[in-house]
């Protein structure tokens, strides 16, 4: 399985005897529904060649050796899983570290919440104190909202995952002595810390 927005690696054939003739696809693992042919005769089956999808798609390659007759190989699978949140219930179950997981409803926390990759298409996404949304990869806020209140967290595994759209950040801060410090949060780019704290003298921010 893979998570949308990462790109397939090549399907690799090993071990056959005999000429490729072709690599299929179809819907289904029976090779009854959507059987496409791909033309292609080499043993590898590039992203490119498995065309666009964003659901399940299964694949074989034709082999003939001599005057025989012609084989399948194995099949194998390419799946983006997903799940959707409608505004009370997930479509495929709660979402985890291979799945995408879509937003098209209200949503409030009650834990840490895991995803490969997050779009919020509608409503109010909402993580509660001391709630984490752990995604591997990017976060699109398409339509709706994002919010983070006070001490929940965005965990992105994938460094260089690269964010759509607003996120809102709320953080509480305790009064402060001289030569106290708040740690807001790691660097975010474009983010200008004098326009949400304009008392702080500009000598003060590090």
């Avoid at 879509?102 to 919020?120: E, K, P, Q």
């Avoid at 983070?148 to 965990?155: D, M, P, R, T």
Wanted: proline share 4%.
């Amino acid at each position: 399985s893979i998570c949308t927005g990462v790109p397939a690696s090549n399907l690799v054939l090993t071990g056959s005897v005999g000429s490729i003739l072709r690599w299929e696809y179809a819907n289904d693992a029976a090779f009854t529904s959507g059987l496409t042919n791909i033309a292609n005769t080499t043993t590898i089956l590039t992203p490119a060649q498995m065309g666009v999808f964003t659901t399940i798609r299964y694949f074989r390659a034709v082999i003939r050796s001599g005057a025989c007759s012609q084989l399948y190989s194995n099949v194998v699978f390419v799946a983006f899983y997903n799940t959707t949140w409608n505004g009370t219930t997930w479509s495929n179950g709660p979402p985890n570290a291979t799945t995408r997981a879509i937003f098209a409803g209200n949503y409030t926390s009650s834990g840490d919440l895991f995803a490969c990759s997050v779009r919020i298409n509608s409503g109010v996404v909402t993580f509660n104190a001391n709630h984490s949304l752990v995604v591997t990869n990017d976060v699109v806020v398409a339509a709706g909202s994002l919010i983070f209140n006070n001490n929940a967290s965005l965990v992105q595994v994938n460094n260089a995952s690269i964010n759509t759209g607003n996120i809102i950040y709320r953080r509480s801060a305790m009064p402060m002595r001289r030569f106290d410090y708040t740690y807001w949060s790691s660097p975010i780019a474009n983010q200008v810390l004098s326009t949400f704290s304009p008392l702080t003298p500009t000598d003060k921010f590090f």
